[in-house]
């Protein structure tokens, strides 16, 4: 059974950083592209960013780029966004996603999610 499990979200003041992890479970080798998006209160879900686990490829979303990094550490089947100069703007439910095919910045293009965790930047 395939499971994304994030964590470290939390409150953080506007110009901190946190790193998220998505730990993953079940048909690791399986997956072609992991993704993080994110929701904010009374927003759509947004791509914030991919990586292409065979290829290594990294796509930011443009709000995002220079500040947030995501990387893969395939021995602890863990996704990783580091965040750094967070703002305000950034306060969203952040989501890990995962599938077999090409990456998108499409949430339908993700078959599997994980349940979230909550980052705040307060200013």
């Known amino acids: 059974q395939v499971q994304l499990v994030e964590s470290g979200g939390g409150s953080v003041q506007a110009g901190g950083s946190l790193r998220l992890s998505c730990a993953v479970s079940g048909y690791t080798n399986g997956f072609t592209c992991m993704g993080w998006f994110r929701q904010a209160s009374g927003k759509e879900r947004e791509w914030v960013a991919t990586f292409g686990t065979k290829s290594g490829s990294t796509v930011y979303a443009g709000s995002v780029k220079g500040r947030f990094t995501i990387s893969q550490d395939n021995a602890k089947n863990t996704l990783y966004l580091q965040m750094n100069s967070l703002n305000s703007e950034d306060t969203a439910m952040y989501y890990c996603?995962?599938?077999?095919?090409?990456?998108?910045?499409?949430?339908?293009?993700?078959?599997?999610w994980g349940q979230g965790t909550q980052v705040t930047v307060s200013s």
């Open positions: 996603a995962a599938n077999s095919g090409f990456c998108s910045a499409q949430t339908r293009a993700f078959s599997y």
